[in-house]
């Protein structure tokens, strides 16, 4: 299971940030990749990004880096930061695990999502 | 880029057999997962590796892909399976997930 936690409310220009619990197994997998995936109101999903346990990562390069994930083992759990945020990235924010290989890719296990809201 | 197009609705009868498509360069010689997204809850695989289906998955679920087309088949539709469809697919050049845009699957 994974649940995402973070303020629902972040401020245009400032920093969302995210984290994901995993429970009922180990982060420290070697074969599965954790994952940010967001949807804005109405509209589709948009892969953020996703972490290997080691700290290996792909991104969206279309969020101009402006998207930093780190792992957490100790804790079982990972982190999404988005810098310099504007209202386009309101959305709902999922985390997700990533299972396959490398070139085929799909996310079998999703949190509920949480809502965040860039306004002033 | 690499983008995958899908219809933005497909409406079916009780019963009868949906086809939700999903359109991208050579796709065909991709790998693709469908994802089905009820109102208020997160995603849902539904198909892996254009026609696995993950353990749940009832076998009124199938896919293929040939072409630039993969395809969804859901037969036996019923009134549960009214949702948002999602394909995706992994884009070699940049290294990126892609999704499609989303097809509503209307059962009337």
């Known amino acids: 299971q994974l649940q995402e936690s973070g303020p629902g409310l972040v401020k245009p220009s400032e920093t969302l940030s995210l984290t994901c619990i995993v429970s009922g197994g180990s982060i420290n997998s070697s074969t599965d990749y954790w994952a940010w995936i967001r949807q804005p109101p109405g509209k589709g999903l948009e892969w953020i990004g996703y972490?290997?346990?080691?700290?290996?990562?792909y991104s969206n390069a279309s969020l101009k880096s402006r998207a930093r994930m780190s792992v957490d083992t100790s804790k079982n759990q990972f982190s999404l930061n988005l810098t310099s945020v504007t209202a386009a990235d309101t959305a709902v924010y999922y985390c997700a695990r990533r299972v396959g290989d490398f070139n085929r890719p799909s996310f079998d296990s999703w949190g509920q999502g949480i809502l965040v809201t860039v306004s002033s | 880029s690499f983008a995958l197009t899908q219809p933005p609705s497909v409406s079916v009868s009780p019963g009868q057999t949906a086809s939700i498509t999903c359109s991208g360069d050579k796709l065909g010689n991709k790998y693709t997962s469908w994802y089905r997204q009820r109102p208020g809850q997160p995603p849902v695989l539904v198909m892996y590796?254009?026609?696995k289906r993950p353990s749940g998955i009832p076998d009124r679920f199938s896919g293929s892909s040939t072409g630039n087309t993969a395809t969804l088949i859901i037969s036996g539709t019923q009134a549960m399976d009214e949702a948002d469809y999602y394909c995706q697919s992994w884009d070699f050049s940049t290294s990126s997930v892609v999704f499609g845009g989303g097809t509503t699957l209307t059962v009337l």
């Open positions: 590796e254009d026609r």
């Open positions: 972490i290997f346990y080691s700290g290996s990562t």
